[in-house]
């Protein structure tokens, strides 16, 4: 019986892994079983690759990806406070559904075009040498941004903005205090840091 063929099968530089019906990952570059961790390694390393179901055929690397974050989190590598989980949840299914991956998306990019600046600015107020200006500035600009695309989100909110009428938009409002509240509480606790050394 002939084995069924990738749906669509990736490009050179795009390394495939084979799931299969014991849990087992193979990595078809390497001609050897890999775990998650080597995955989660790989990612950063920043090797592309896509998981596929070795006997349907399926694209599941979003699913793999999900599991090697849940990993990462059970070992106490907690990078998404709760309430941003929470908020997530709460988009499944709403009207702005579409838009949340790609702005989730551009704003870890904007991150990650900045994220020298953010360890160099971290790196200070560790060490206890300046005030976190840089920061601040970064953590201001994504807030923004953050705004401009709610705003975005809810055209009618935007328009009626500058009037005296309420916008009728207190969700969005009240996620954003949220977020700008938890920015707060990161700030305070950087300032702490900063004056214990």
Same mark, same amino acid.
């Given at each position: ?9 990736? =490009? ?13 990952l ?17 990612? &950063? ?9 070795? /006997? ?26 709760i ?23 551009? =704003? ?20 206890? &040498? ?9 953590? *201001?600009?994504? @807030? ?7 705003? @975005? ?7 009626? *903005? ?7 938009d ?9 977020? &700008?509240?938890?920015?707060?509480? @990161? ?7 900063? /004056?214990?050394?």
């Amino acid at each position: 019986m002939a084995v069924a063929e990738d749906p669509s099968p990736p =490009s050179d530089d795009i390394i495939t892994i084979k799931k299969y019906a014991n849990r087992r990952l193979y990595n078809t570059a390497t001609s050897s079983y890999v775990t998650l961790d080597h995955l989660c390694e790989m990612v &950063k390393q920043g090797k592309e690759f896509q998981v596929f179901d070795a /006997k349907s055929g399926e694209d599941i690397t979003r699913s793999v990806l999900t599991q090697i974050i849940f990993e990462e989190e059970s070992k106490g590598q907690n990078l998404l406070p709760i309430q941003f989980l929470r908020q997530l949840i709460t988009f499944y299914g709403d009207s702005v559904q579409n838009f949340v991956p790609s702005y989730l998306e551009m =704003s870890l990019a904007q991150f990650a075009r900045n994220q020298e600046q953010f360890r160099d600015a971290v790196a200070s107020a560790m060490s206890g &040498k300046t005030a976190l200006s840089q920061f601040e500035t970064q953590i *201001r600009n994504n @807030m923004e941004m953050f705004e401009r695309a709610t705003r @975005m989100f809810s055209p009618f909110a935007s328009a009626s *903005r500058d009037s005296s009428e309420p916008t009728g938009d207190d969700h969005s409002r009240a996620e954003i205090r949220d977020l &700008k509240q938890q920015l707060a509480e @990161m700030q305070a606790k950087l300032d702490a840091l900063t /004056k214990t050394d």
